[in-house]
């Protein structure tokens, strides 16, 4: 027995694309249903981005989820950029008018689950074995096994927000998708700590050891990484290796003020660039991580996945509520656009701060001149910073 479900918009994928769709649809009165692999602890718990450009933070409001964001989040007007030892401050605030916020994105998709669950909305959790049908028809569907039983949802619009590994992409055939990609040679080893934050504002840093980053939750609660070897395990980094490193490439200055501690989490993430193009298959959709990845570098995937989010919900709100089509018409090209932007800002700001393996002593000078430059044009500093705090939506 199939059990069929009718809706606007199915959304396979609950990450924070999926939930703020979500929101903005059923804010303007657009039915959907969200389903995930996963379940909400599990979604909840994963632990990732840290900063929000201001225009996230907008989107957010809009949806009517950022009450707690206003509370809790702390507003950050500058990071510094280091390089063995020397420290350059950009200042976001002064040299683009603009700050950012920092607001882990698990508390961004508790908000969100929150707000779907008090509007009595529903989900689909643990379900497998997705397969979309129909996408160039004007009667797509959805199927999925949830609780043994075979679903079906007939939509008339597909939202592929599953990340860089769902199925949405894959429904795209391999004639009409272009994928673009580079993978780094190294990853990021994070952690979290109750301990206070080393500095005020975000560190990144570049030691002949390789990159680190100081970032935090709270004002009792630190997020630090250090760029480790690509095939690493959590276990090649107990907390004493962890420290030592840390406070070696933050330089003996800053190392002076970190307060170490036991950390509660720990994991490796790759680094990877990537585009999917198209970002539209008839009447499938894909938004985020399904279509991009960025190198955590920057702190853009999150805030390019709720870019792409206020323009499709934008679209298919115009398409619901005043008949017209454009924005859909124009999502695939005009979020790309912005995308690859995104993606060279990451790309450029991952390959100044970490050590490459197979860097020449030439090249090694040549990312040294590049922050000589940057610590010394207010021009440079300008392009750092208007890019970190966001670029403008089309
Ligand atoms: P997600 O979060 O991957 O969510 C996708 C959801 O889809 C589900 N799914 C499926 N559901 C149904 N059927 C299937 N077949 C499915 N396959 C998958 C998954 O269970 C999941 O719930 O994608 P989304 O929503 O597009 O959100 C993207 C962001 O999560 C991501 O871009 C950011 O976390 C990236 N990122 C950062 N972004 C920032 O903007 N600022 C940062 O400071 C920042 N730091 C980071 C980061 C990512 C990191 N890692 C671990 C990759 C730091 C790190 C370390
Ligand atoms: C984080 O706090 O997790 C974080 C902050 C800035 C980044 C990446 C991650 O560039």
């Not at 059990?3 to 939930?19: D, E, N």
């Not at 206070?196 to 050891?209: Q, T």
């Not at 702190?299 to 709100?317: E, F």
């Not at 001149?369 to 207010?378: C, K, L, M, Q, R």
Request: proline residues 4%.
């Amino acid at each position: 027995m199939t059990k069929t479900l009718k809706t606007q918009v199915c959304i396979v994928g609950s990450g924070p694309s999926g939930l703020l769709l979500a929101q903005l649809l059923a804010n303007a009165g657009v039915d959907s249903i969200l389903l995930d692999r996963k379940n909400r602890s599990y979604i909840e718990s994963r632990v990732r981005a840290g900063v929000l450009e201001s225009g996230t933070v907008a989107a957010l409001e809009e949806a009517g989820v950022a009450s707690r964001l206003h509370a809790e989040g702390i507003p950050h007007e500058g990071f510094d950029l280091a390089f063995d030892g020397a420290r350059h401050r950009i200042d976001l605030v002064g040299l683009t008018g603009k700050s950012v916020t920092v607001y882990g994105q698990t508390e961004v998709t508790k908000d969100l689950f929150d707000a779907r669950y008090s509007a009595g909305q529903q989900f689909c959790f643990d379900v497998e074995e997705v397969v979309l049908h129909d996408l160039k028809s004007a009667n797509p569907s959805v199927q999925f096994m949830m609780d043994g039983e075979k679903h079906n949802v007939c939509c008339d619009y597909v939202a592929g927000c599953d990340g860089y590994h769902g199925v949405s992409r894959s429904a795209i055939p391999a004639v009409v998708l272009r994928t673009f990609e580079r993978e780094y040679p190294f990853g990021w080893l994070g952690i979290l700590v109750d301990q206070p934050p080393v500095s005020d504002e975000l560190i990144y840093a570049n030691h002949e050891h390789g990159f680190a980053l100081a970032s935090m939750r709270s004002e009792t609660r630190s997020r630090y990484y250090v760029q480790c070897d690509i095939n690493d395990k959590v276990s090649d980094w107990p907390d004493e290796r962890f420290w030592q490193e840390f406070a070696l490439r933050l330089g003996p200055e800053t190392a002076a003020k970190l307060q170490t501690g036991d950390s509660f989490e720990k994991s490796v993430a790759p680094l990877r660039s990537f585009v999917a193009e198209p970002m539209r298959y008839g009447n499938l959709f894909l938004a985020g991580d399904a279509a991009h990845i960025v190198p955590p570098t920057g702190a853009k995937g999150l805030n390019l996945a709720v870019a792409d989010i206020r323009l499709l919900s934008r679209g298919l709100i115009e398409h619901y509520n005043a008949g017209k089509d454009d924005y859909l018409d124009n999502y695939s090209s005009s979020v790309l656009n912005r995308v690859w932007k995104v993606e060279r800002f990451s790309w450029q700001l991952s390959k100044l701060m970490h050590q490459f393996p197979d860097n020449s002593p030439f090249e090694k000078r040549m990312q040294r001149a590049e922050f000589d430059y940057i610590a010394s044009s207010e021009a440079a500093s300008k392009t750092i910073a208007e890019n970190y705090v966001g670029l403008p939506l089309e």
